[in-house]
């Protein structure tokens, strides 16, 4: 492919200019850091069965198993993305402040 085709090529993934390799980096990072969405579910939701710690986090909190584009994944009661994991605590009590106060606006 010579020069000139490349340059007017669409499919042609060229250096592009520092400031076009900027915005890039920019909305790619954006969209990386961009907080996870609770699924719609999440509205409706009156019960929270499960209890998980999220990785780095010393509270248990009350859990629901959601499937998100074909994912299953766990959701706090206070809106907070626990993964498709997480540690499984089912024998502890919730000491989640937010938690509790989604618990008991449910109810």
Do not use: Y
Request: with cysteine; hydrophobic share 35%; glycine share 6%.
């Amino acid at each position: 492919m010579t020069m000139a085709a490349a340059e007017t090529s669409p499919w042609s993934w060229g250096p592009g200019t520092e400031d076009q390799k900027l915005a890039r980096a920019r909305r790619m990072a954006t969209t990386m850091s961009a907080p996870s969405e609770p699924p719609a579910e999440w509205a409706s939701n009156t019960e929270w069965p499960g209890r998980h710690k999220r990785p780095g986090d010393r509270r248990v909190h009350a859990t629901a198993r959601f499937v998100v584009n074909d994912i299953q994944q766990f959701w706090t009661a206070c809106r907070e993305r626990v993964g498709s994991g997480g540690t499984s605590l089912p024998h502890m009590a919730v000491d989640c402040r937010a938690c509790r106060r989604a618990n008991r606006a449910a109810s």
